[in-house]
């Protein structure tokens, strides 16, 4: 689809830039190869009109021409409310040829483009609690790439820096994606295999919180970290994705204990640690961790 013997030309608008525009110019490198796109910030309409892909600028959306603006009347919104951003209505349709996986685009239009997009749209996506302190979220760490006032720094250099770690973020998020999708594809089979499925055991480590979406697992067992030790965690599944609040806990009277004292304690002999939220057991073997899933109630 896209030859190496060619230079793409890709335009956004000119002046301060946000998540929406460095995001999408970060996804479009990936998509034809850096080394065979450039890019022009500018609001001319000559230019824009003489570019390969606009995104974010000149009021049009339309795939066949490859423009990504959503300022204009009409823009798209997702069945869920959020309105479509430039960001978001490429990642629509190049997600996943970049990713190389439907799972993984969809990971990253969920918890990537969604948020860059309500932002960039003026969609507020949560309520202050009465800690009344606000996330810092993505946009701000974009917006610290823009020239601070009385700065003589160059907007379009910052703008590469910004699209420079755009673009590691969303790499490194292609890369935990096609994780997570492997590491869902173990535990379905564990799961499915396991008779007691309130317990389920790992040859591998294995994430705690991918096994939420199992509402009958309440402990998992795995090694803890082959690579720097031979220990065994017993982890208390949360109850979902929303809280810390755990499904089972380990015994209060091991609550914060380390070593000799969660020892004589718990009775197992190579106990290393319980936190003292008493959702995570360690142990020095699989028996222990396993003793351990089995005292979580």
């Known amino acids: 689809m896209y ?3 060619h230079m793409y030309t ?21 998509l034809l190869g850096i080394e065979n796109t450039t890019f022009n910030r500018t609001r001319d309409e000559a230019v824009i009109a003489a570019a390969d892909y606009v995104v974010d600028v000149g009021g049009v959306y339309n795939h066949v021409t490859k423009r990504y603006d959503h300022h204009q009347p009409g823009a798209p919104v997702r069945e869920n409310g959020i ?5 978001g ?3 629509r349709h190049y997600g996943q040829e970049i990713t190389g996986s439907t799972d993984t685009a969809n990971y990253i239009e969920e918890h990537l483009c969604q948020p860059i997009d309500a932002g960039d749209n003026g969609v507020t996506l949560y309520e202050l609690n009465d800690y009344q302190v606000k996330p810092f979220e993505l946009y701000n760490f974009v917006s610290l790439y823009n020239p601070p006032w009385g700065s003589t720094e160059s907007r379009d250099e910052q703008f ?7 673009r590691a973020v969303l790499e490194r998020m292609i890369i935990k994606g096609k994780a997570a ?8 089979a564990v799961y499915e295999a396991a008779s007691d499925k309130t317990l389920l055991e790992f040859t591998v480590p ?7 979406q199992y509402p009958d697992v309440h402990v998992i067992v795995c090694p803890d970290d082959p690579a720097t030790n031979d220990n065994w965690t017993a982890t208390c599944v ?4 929303n809280t810390f609040a755990s499904r089972v806990s380990f015994p209060e009277s091991w609550a914060g204990l380390r070593s000799a004292e969660l020892a004589a304690q718990s009775g197992l002999a190579d106990a290393v640690f319980c936190h003292k939220a008493r959702f995570l057991f360690v142990g020095g073997s699989k028996q222990s961790a396993l003793a351990a899933a089995q005292q979580a109630t």
């Open 160 to 166: 590469i820096k910004a699209v420079d770690w755009a």
């Open 181 to 188: 999708e492997r590491q869902n594809q173990l535990i379905a």
């Open 206 to 212: 294995v994430s705690m919180m991918a096994v939420v």
């Open 3 to 5: 030859s190496d013997e």
């Open 89 to 91: 209505l490429m990642w």
């Open 10 to 30: 890709i335009v956004t608008h000119s002046g301060s830039f946000h998540a929406d525009d460095v995001f999408s110019i970060a996804a479009f490198q990936m």
């Open 238 to 241: 949360r109850k979902d994705f």
């Open 83 to 87: 309105p479509y951003a430039g960001f």
